[in-house]
């Protein structure tokens, strides 16, 4: 069973910062990348963010610039700070990892439970 733990939302003014934070437990072989999607309300999910287990990272436009995504690979945990945040950023932010549970498992996409950020004034 493979867990994703995210910390760290919360509610922030415009110009803001967060820092968020995912944490991959259980039976874990490799993880060949790890990011975050968020969806706000009455919209689908979307991409943010995702780093390799290389270290390559991608973007939605929306965020460059003021996202910054890193990994601890020792840690399994994956982290996104958010600066100078908009109204626009606000919604429930998913960590997701795509990785191999064992040697001969196929990689798979694992979800966390969601974590809520509200940009407002």
């Known amino acids: 069973q493979v867990q994703l733990v995210e910390s760290g939302g919360g509610l922030v003014q415009p110009g803001g910062s967060l820092r968020l934070s995912c944490a991959a437990s259980?039976?874990?072989?490799?993880?060949?990348?790890m990011g975050w999607y968020r969806q706000a309300s009455g919209k689908q999910r979307e991409l943010v963010t995702t780093i390799t287990s290389g270290g390559s990272t991608n973007y939605a436009d929306s965020v460059k610039g003021r996202f910054t995504i890193s990994r601890d690979n020792a840690k399994n945990t994956v982290y996104l700070q958010m600066n100078s945040l908009k109204p626009e950023d606000t919604a429930v932010y998913y960590c997701?990892?795509?990785?191999?549970?064992?040697?001969?498992?196929?990689?798979?996409?694992?979800w966390g439970q969601g974590t809520q950020v509200t940009v407002s004034s």
């Open positions: 259980g039976r874990i072989f490799r993880i060949n990348s």
């Open positions: 997701n990892a795509f990785l191999m549970p064992t040697s001969i498992s196929y990689s798979s996409n694992y």
